[in-house]
């Protein structure tokens, strides 16, 4: 019953909390022991704001050029306040409105694709790459792709959550880290210890939130 163990972990941050339930939890890239509850972040103006503070810290004193925040999974409150900050911390864009752009990809399959009238806000531009997690990196790294692939330059790739210091050379921002969570986990469902052990899958996983089986 993941609903009745969620843990709500308190952070230096005024309304920064880290949400997360213990069981087995399956996506369609991995199992793992944790679920990581972001619906706050993402919904709650006050938390998004505070995640955008936290991960604007890690760009106060960098050179990094932001035209354009591309939302995945669902992220697009906390990438609008991201965006806000950046540019009242006057980070440094190039395009021709001296402001970012917070775009939403399309999916198809599992391809990323843009409308033509939103591919003007990625050719050309430095997208910075705003996901909820980072942990097969399988998401993330179509973003990439999709983004390339219509003439865009990867910026950075930022996360509420990440297991991964960098992924295809890009360095990630995250909010929390394993370190929060010392015994987490995140497999290849047959590499899964839990399945090894025989327990059950407590609920079905991805962005949305859970469904309990």
């Given at each position: 019953m993941p609903s009745d163990k969620i843990m709500k972990i308190k952070t230096n941050t005024n309304n920064l909390f880290l949400r997360v339930a213990k069981g087995h939890f399956a996506s369609s890239n991995a199992h793992s022991n944790y679920y990581i509850d972001v619906a706050a972040q993402k919904a709650r103006l006050s938390e998004a704001k505070a995640v955008s503070e936290k991960l604007c810290s890690g760009y106060k004193y960098s050179t990094t050029i932001v035209d354009t925040i591309l939302c995945l999974d669902g992220t697009e409150v906390v990438g609008t306040c991201l965006a806000d900050t950046l540019v009242k911390q006057s980070i440094m864009n190039i395009n021709a409105h001296q402001t970012i752009y917070v775009v939403t990809p399309e999916t198809s399959g599992s391809q990323l694709l843009f409308r033509d009238n939103?591919?003007?806000m990625i050719k050309g531009k430095h997208?910075?790459?705003?996901a909820v997690s980072v942990a097969s990196g399988t998401t993330v790294s179509s973003a990439i792709d999709a983004v390339k692939y219509y003439g865009g330059e990867i910026a950075g790739i930022a996360s509420l959550f990440s297991?991964?210091?960098?992924?295809?050379?890009?360095?990630?921002?995250?909010?929390?880290?394993?370190?929060?969570?010392?015994?987490?986990?995140?497999?290849?469902a047959h590499e899964c210890p839990l399945c090894k052990n025989g327990e059950k899958i407590d609920a079905l996983v991805n962005y949305h939130g859970f469904s309990k089986l």
């Open positions: 939103i591919v003007p997208v910075l790459v705003l297991t991964k210091k960098e992924l295809e050379g890009y360095e990630i921002n995250s909010v929390f880290n394993p370190s929060d969570l010392p015994e987490y986990f995140s497999v290849p």
